[in-house]
């Protein structure tokens, strides 16, 4: 099982940077760097290619409405190569609200959108002339759509791989059927390992049965807070407010994807009072309303002994890539500590 950590995208690159570059000496094995609608992930991504030196750094995630699949194909190629092989191409929908409302664009058929987004990725890559005839891109622009000059390019740089690994971040059961069938890993959130094959097994699996072979096993990343220690238990409460965020607040009453999730989890009414409460205003109460039960088992905090129990709950749930938080210690020290148990 490999390591890997969400770093700080929010500001003060350079030390964040700094962090990872230690992090790295203690046995981190991949550093993800999200986008939301702060700073844009590429440009920190590439400072971090240029301090770092074996870490795999992926995009965890670029959304897909922000950019062209050309685009998305260019910007993974750049890393790929800055990096010398270490970049993973992270991919998701987002949600409404935030492309709808920030980047102005039509929140509209994010599975076909996934797919095909892929597939012209991959034929980049392979330095083809890229024609792709599909539901959402046609590529070239077919003449009664612009001015009839397009013509199929192929990209100008040489990509240092034809096959950049390609991670999906989804939750819904036909996102989870799509990653299951053509992407390399997958990034679910707010995941319960005990839980995770009742919710998940039976859309992985008509994924998988679907799934080239060329692509070999589906890698997971997952994860939570880890504090190591007799009274670190309390620490799992840290992820109070963010669990009530993503439950409550993000998206309106019938399209939050991670209400959704909460109540296939078998959470129905726990999910209701959290977004109602949230969604009213009262965050305090809404976060108060998260059953402890779930976020001690999302987490990692506890005596060494419990730890290394959630660590084998989340291998034998078919996680390869446990996403950690450290938390209430030296971070470095902690990394030493789960990499040593988790080899």
Request: charged share 20%; glycine share 10%.
């Amino acid at each position: 099982m490999r390591l890997g950590m969400q770093i700080d995208y929010s500001g003060g690159f350079k030390e964040s940077a700094r962090k990872v570059s230690e992090y790295e000496k203690a046995g981190l094995d991949i550093a993800w760097v999200a986008e939301a609608y702060g700073f844009d992930a590429p440009t920190f991504m590439g400072y971090l290619a240029a301090t770092t030196e074996s870490i795999t750094i992926g995009a965890g995630i670029l959304p897909i409405f922000t950019r062209t699949p050309t685009l998305m194909a260019m910007t993974a190629a750049s890393m790929d190569s800055l990096t010398d092989g270490r970049f993973i191409l992270g991919l998701g929908a987002s949600g409404p609200q935030v492309i709808e409302g920030f980047h102005g664009v039509k929140y509209d058929a994010p599975l076909g959108r996934t797919r095909e987004m892929i597939e012209i990725c991959r034929k980049v890559w392979l330095r083809e002339p890229v024609t792709y005839e599909g539901k959402y891109y046609t590529l070239p622009l077919p003449a009664d759509q612009g001015t009839g000059l397009g013509k199929p390019l192929k990209i100008i740089a040489k990509p240092l791989r034809p096959d950049i690994p390609i991670w999906i971040a989804s939750l819904g059961p036909k996102n989870v059927q799509l990653t299951a069938e053509i992407a390399d890993g997958w990034m679910p959130i707010l995941y319960l390992p005990e839980r995770a094959a009742d919710v998940w097994g039976a859309d992985l699996a008509a994924g998988a049965a679907k799934r080239s072979a060329e692509l070999g096993p589906l890698e997971i990343t997952a994860g939570g807070i880890v504090a190591i220690g007799e009274d670190a238990a309390r620490i799992a409460e840290y992820s109070r407010p963010m669990v009530a965020l993503y439950v409550g607040g993000m998206g309106a009453r019938g399209r939050n994807f991670y209400n959704d999730l909460m109540c296939r989890y078998g959470y129905e009414a726990e999910a209701k009072l959290i977004q109602d409460l949230y969604l009213d205003g009262k965050k305090d109460e809404a976060a108060a309303a998260v059953p402890a039960e779930f976020l001690r088992m999302i987490n990692l905090c506890g005596p060494e002994s419990w730890v290394k129990e959630r660590i084998a709950a989340f291998a034998e749930s078919g996680v390869t890539v446990l996403n950690v938080v450290p938390v209430g210690g030296n971070p470095t020290d902690i990394i030493e500590k789960l990499k040593d148990w988790t080899s």
